[in-house]
């Protein structure tokens, strides 16, 4: 049953009216859709700029193994380290004796980058440092400090690939995103390079010549090396030293170091001792600068460059700070929904072992009274009712008709069924409906059960049992999807079956069950006059007046072998305006009951247990779990795709095994399992979707309004086990 959405009088629902022209969306639906866009670029651009701009390189340790080279001029390949190609007389740069020129790649890093310079600069010596855009965007203050200690700058590319391996566009991004970072960064662009894995110009093969010869056209002067320290091997502090020095006394050299890609503290050690030793030989300490003879390699850039550059560095800033905060927020979510599953199946399991009576007092055998609302319900309300009148536990079925269009109330009362009666009313909605309902049984317990469900002959009578208990208010069953022949169908049976045989035992055990489904609850009419009966203030009316009788000081119960079917949505579209509903619903309720925080016995017992667990595993932990999807998928682009899948995989596993206990549980099969992997894949991307949705509407404080789903009418009722496994 689903109320009728409101019409302008002296209008036919049916009419054609003439035809409307479109009609542009209102600010309140335009925020519905801006925001989330939004939100999704921001999440995009901040995955994208920190995934790029963070993912990581092996070093120059890796080296590549080029082909023999016959392209490569003679002059370039027994030359000195410094290579100028940017003009047609190509030409190399030695260096003098006595004479080292200390260089330093990979950087710049928080930890090692200062160390390092901290030592230069107690010696007073300079040091050249070829500089990745990526760390200077990231700690764009390290690479300042290097820059007024008056220390030489190079490019060492942005994310330091091997530039033999990517075409000339590519080579001139990477060119470009490093300049833009420096002038972000330090206010300078730099005309000194070194490529990636390169070493002493006699190793150029033919693909790194075409390389050094683009870059030269860009106006680039290479640097290259005289002497390998390999310290990114960490042979001690001594054995860097002596391989800095020149083998030959007296010779010259361009000496390779490391200041980021690992632990340097080798490497700030072998500086105190190298400097002083060379000094003591004689030698001096230049930049590459000095070598060519130029002043510098180095230039301060424009207005322009400068703020370009400063809204690069912010926005890589920004996606680091973004993605750090994610990513706690992701351990303590996932933290949270591991800590739950574990709680889910310890409580489910003591659940399921308690006394079948749940410890009350004889049994509940006097007649009861089962309101059915219905509103154009004609596919269904012939099977609910023939189910109804099977029943094994006497009951009298009033049905509610509320202004059906259809023929629903002339097919109930065509039925002819004994004990039915049904009453017409105009329509005023579910809540309506079901007060009429209440107002017109004539037993002090009520079932309720929407049009679209079957019961079992035993549902009714196990579903009453708990009033046994003076304390007991409202009794929950088990509601199960009658229509789940189609993927879509399987996904919520999945769903169901999870939800009834998980987190409802729990609440259950904690006295705190939120709500009583529409499809299959109970009510003491008592009960249900001291909380206020039916309420239209929320979309929710189930969720709602639960919570009413939880204030009231009623106990609630759930009743796992109570077994209804119910008709699921068949389509996404109708699922989508299901859900949206209920989720924006649970907020109404949530809102409305919010008082319940700082009341009193078992009101407060419901307000500080019930409706914190409601808020944070049923609105907040679902609003933050598409993070592990996204960053499923940054792991897969920018991280390690083995372990993403592994995690993806393992977060899968917990969900099975949760979902197989609950099956078990509830004995059903398990085939319908096979389903899992996508629904975890598909379907929970949709509700992420419906949540946000819901949120955006609450904060924009529209009132969503009934939609009535469109039936099928092909609920099946399985044939009963004759027994149920705990």
Same mark, same amino acid.
């Given at each position: 049953?689903?109320? =009728?959405?409101?019409?302008?009088?002296?209008?036919?629902?049916?009419?054609?009216?003439?035809?409307?022209?479109?009609?542009?969306?209102?600010?309140?639906? =335009?925020?519905?859709?801006?925001?989330?866009?939004?939100?999704?670029?921001?999440?995009?651009?901040?995955?994208?700029?920190?995934?790029?701009?963070?993912?990581?390189?092996?070093?120059?340790?890796?080296?590549?193994?080029?082909?023999?080279?016959?392209?490569?001029?003679?002059?370039?390949?027994?030359?000195?380290?410094?290579?100028?190609?940017?003009?047609?007389?190509?030409?190399?740069?030695?260096?003098?004796?006595?004479?080292?020129?200390?260089?330093?790649?990979?950087?710049?890093?928080?930890?090692?980058?200062?160390?390092?310079?901290?030592?230069?600069?107690?010696?007073?010596?300079?040091?050249?440092?070829?500089?990745?855009?990526?760390?200077?965007?990231?700690?764009?203050?390290?690479?300042?400090?290097?820059?007024?200690?008056?220390?030489?700058?190079?490019?060492?590319?942005?994310?330091?690939?091997?530039?033999?391996?990517?075409?000339?566009?590519?080579?001139?991004?990477?060119?470009?995103?490093?300049?833009?970072?420096?002038?972000?960064?330090?206010?300078?662009?730099?005309?000194?390079?070194?490529?990636?894995?390169?070493?002493?110009?006699?190793?150029?093969?033919?693909?790194?010549?075409?390389?050094?010869?683009?870059?030269?056209?860009?106006?680039?002067?290479?640097?290259?090396?005289?002497?390998?320290?390999?310290?990114?091997?960490?042979?001690?502090?001594?054995?860097?030293?002596?391989?800095?020095?020149?083998?030959?006394?007296?010779?010259?050299?361009?000496?390779?170091?490391?200041?980021?890609?690992?632990?340097?503290?080798?490497?700030?050690?072998?500086?105190?001792?190298?400097?002083?030793?060379?000094?003591?030989?004689?030698?001096?300490?230049?930049?590459?600068?000095?070598?060519?003879?130029?002043?510098?390699?180095?230039?301060?850039?424009?207005?322009?460059?400068?703020?370009?550059?400063?809204?690069?560095?912010?926005?890589?800033?920004?996606?680091?700070?973004?993605?750090?905060?994610?990513?706690?927020?992701?351990?303590?979510?996932?933290?949270?929904?591991?800590?739950?599953?574990?709680?889910?199946?310890?409580?489910?399991?003591?659940?399921?072992?308690?006394?079948?009576?749940?410890?009350?007092?004889?049994?509940?055998?006097?007649?009861?009274?089962?309101?059915?609302?219905?509103?154009?319900?004609?596919?269904?309300?012939?099977?609910?009712?023939?189910?109804?009148?099977?029943?094994?536990?006497?009951?009298?079925?009033?049905?509610?008709?509320?202004?059906?269009?259809?023929?629903?109330?002339?097919?109930?009362?065509?039925?002819?069924?004994?004990?039915?009666?049904?009453?017409?009313?105009?329509?005023?909605?579910?809540?309506?409906?079901?007060?009429?309902?209440?107002?017109?049984?004539?037993?002090?317990?009520?079932?309720?059960?929407?049009?679209?469900?079957?019961?079992?002959?035993?549902?009714?009578?196990?579903?009453?049992?708990?009033?046994?208990?003076?304390?007991?208010?409202?009794?929950?069953?088990?509601?199960?999807?009658?229509?789940?022949?189609?993927?879509?169908?399987?996904?919520?049976?999945?769903?169901?079956?999870?939800?009834?045989?998980?987190?409802?035992?729990?609440?259950?055990?904690?006295?705190?069950?939120?709500?009583?489904?529409?499809?299959?609850?109970?009510?003491?009419?008592?009960?249900?006059?001291?909380?206020?009966?039916?309420?239209?203030?929320?979309?929710?009316?189930?969720?709602?007046?639960?919570?009413?009788?939880?204030?009231?000081?009623?106990?609630?119960?759930?009743?796992?072998?109570?077994?209804?079917?119910?008709?699921?949505?068949?389509?996404?579209?109708?699922?989508?305006?299901?859900?949206?509903?209920?989720?924006?619903?649970?907020?109404?309720?949530?809102?409305?009951?919010?008082?319940?925080?700082?009341?009193?016995?078992?009101?407060?017992?419901?307000?500080?247990?019930?409706?914190?667990?409601?808020?944070?595993?049923?609105?907040?932990?679902?609003?933050?779990?598409?993070?592990?999807?996204?960053?499923?998928?940054?792991?897969?682009?920018?991280?390690?795709?083995?372990?993403?899948?592994?995690?993806?995989?393992?977060?899968?596993?917990?969900?099975?095994?949760?979902?197989?206990?609950?099956?078990?549980?509830?004995?059903?099969?398990?085939?319908?399992?096979?389903?899992?992997?996508?629904?975890?894949?598909?379907?929970?991307?949709?509700?992420?979707?419906?949540?946000?949705?819901?949120?955006?509407?609450?904060?924009?404080?529209?009132?969503?309004?009934?939609?009535?789903?469109?039936?099928?009418?092909?609920?099946?009722?399985?044939?009963?086990?004759?027994?149920?496994?705990?």
């Amino acid at each position: 049953m689903r109320r =009728r959405p409101d019409r302008s009088p002296g209008r036919s629902a049916r009419s054609p009216g003439p035809r409307r022209s479109r009609v542009p969306l209102s600010p309140r639906h =335009r925020f519905r859709i801006v925001v989330p866009l939004v939100l999704l670029a921001f999440v995009a651009s901040v995955l994208l700029v920190e995934g790029y701009t963070t993912r990581g390189f092996a070093g120059d340790q890796e080296g590549r193994a080029g082909r023999p080279a016959s392209g490569v001029p003679r002059g370039i390949a027994a030359g000195g380290p410094v290579v100028d190609t940017t003009d047609d007389h190509q030409r190399t740069y030695r260096t003098p004796d006595k004479t080292i020129v200390l260089t330093f790649d990979d950087g710049p890093d928080p930890t090692w980058t200062p160390r390092i310079r901290a030592v230069l600069d107690h010696y007073g010596t300079p040091g050249t440092f070829f500089v990745t855009g990526q760390q200077t965007a990231r700690h764009p203050g390290v690479l300042r400090s290097v820059v007024r200690s008056g220390h030489e700058i190079g490019v060492h590319t942005f994310s330091h690939p091997d530039l033999t391996t990517r075409s000339a566009s590519e080579v001139d991004r990477e060119l470009a995103l490093t300049q833009l970072a420096l002038a972000g960064a330090a206010g300078i662009n730099t005309s000194l390079m070194r490529m990636p894995y390169s070493s002493v110009p006699s190793a150029l093969d033919d693909s790194a010549w075409s390389v050094a010869r683009h870059l030269g056209e860009k106006g680039y002067v290479l640097a290259f090396i005289d002497q390998d320290t390999d310290d990114w091997r960490r042979p001690g502090a001594r054995a860097i030293a002596d391989a800095a020095t020149p083998r030959v006394p007296g010779r010259g050299a361009v000496v390779l170091l490391h200041d980021a890609g690992g632990d340097r503290s080798q490497t700030v050690e072998a500086l105190k001792t190298l400097i002083p030793r060379l000094k003591a030989q004689g030698y001096r300490f230049t930049t590459l600068a000095d070598l060519v003879g130029t002043d510098s390699f180095t230039s301060p850039v424009d207005t322009a460059d400068r703020w370009s550059g400063r809204v690069f560095v912010a926005a890589v800033t920004v996606s680091g700070a973004a993605v750090s905060a994610v990513s706690v927020l992701l351990l303590v979510v996932g933290s949270l929904v591991l800590a739950r599953c574990v709680l889910l199946l310890v409580l489910a399991r003591h659940h399921a072992r308690r006394r079948p009576d749940g410890g009350w007092h004889g049994p509940v055998t006097r007649p009861v009274s089962v309101v059915v609302p219905a509103y154009n319900e004609e596919l269904c309300i012939a099977k609910t009712l023939r189910s109804l009148a099977v029943s094994d536990h006497p009951v009298e079925i009033i049905v509610v008709d509320d202004g059906s269009r259809d023929g629903t109330a002339d097919i109930a009362e065509s039925l002819a069924l004994d004990n039915v009666t049904v009453i017409r009313q105009p329509n005023g909605g579910k809540p309506s409906a079901l007060n009429t309902g209440v107002l017109r049984a004539s037993h002090d317990i009520v079932v309720m059960l929407d049009a679209d469900t079957v019961f079992a002959p035993s549902t009714v009578g196990r579903l009453v049992q708990p009033f046994a208990d003076p304390r007991v208010g409202a009794v929950a069953g088990n509601a199960k999807v009658g229509n789940r022949r189609r993927l879509l169908g399987r996904w919520q049976h999945i769903e169901y079956v999870m939800g009834f045989n998980l987190d409802r035992r729990m609440y259950d055990l904690m006295s705190c069950l939120p709500t009583i489904p529409g499809a299959v609850g109970a009510f003491r009419a008592e009960a249900l006059r001291s909380a206020g009966m039916m309420s239209a203030d929320t979309l929710a009316e189930d969720t709602d007046i639960t919570m009413a009788l939880h204030r009231a000081g009623w106990e609630v119960r759930y009743t796992p072998d109570a077994l209804a079917w119910t008709e699921a949505p068949s389509s996404l579209r109708q699922l989508w305006r299901q859900r949206y509903r209920w989720s924006y619903g649970t907020m109404q309720a949530t809102w409305k009951h919010r008082h319940a925080l700082f009341e009193r016995g078992h009101a407060g017992h419901f307000g500080r247990l019930g409706l914190p667990l409601l808020a944070v595993f049923q609105i907040l932990t679902p609003l933050l779990a598409p993070l592990i999807d996204i960053l499923a998928l940054y792991g897969l682009v920018f991280g390690n795709p083995r372990t993403t899948v592994l995690a993806w995989g393992g977060v899968l596993a917990v969900q099975a095994v949760c979902a197989g206990y609950a099956f078990r549980l509830d004995g059903e099969r398990l085939r319908p399992l096979w389903a899992l992997p996508l629904q975890q894949v598909v379907y929970r991307q949709v509700m992420y979707l419906v949540l946000a949705q819901a949120c955006l509407t609450a904060i924009n404080g529209y009132r969503l309004p009934w939609q009535r789903l469109k039936r099928s009418g092909d609920v099946v009722l399985p044939p009963q086990p004759s027994t149920r496994r705990t």
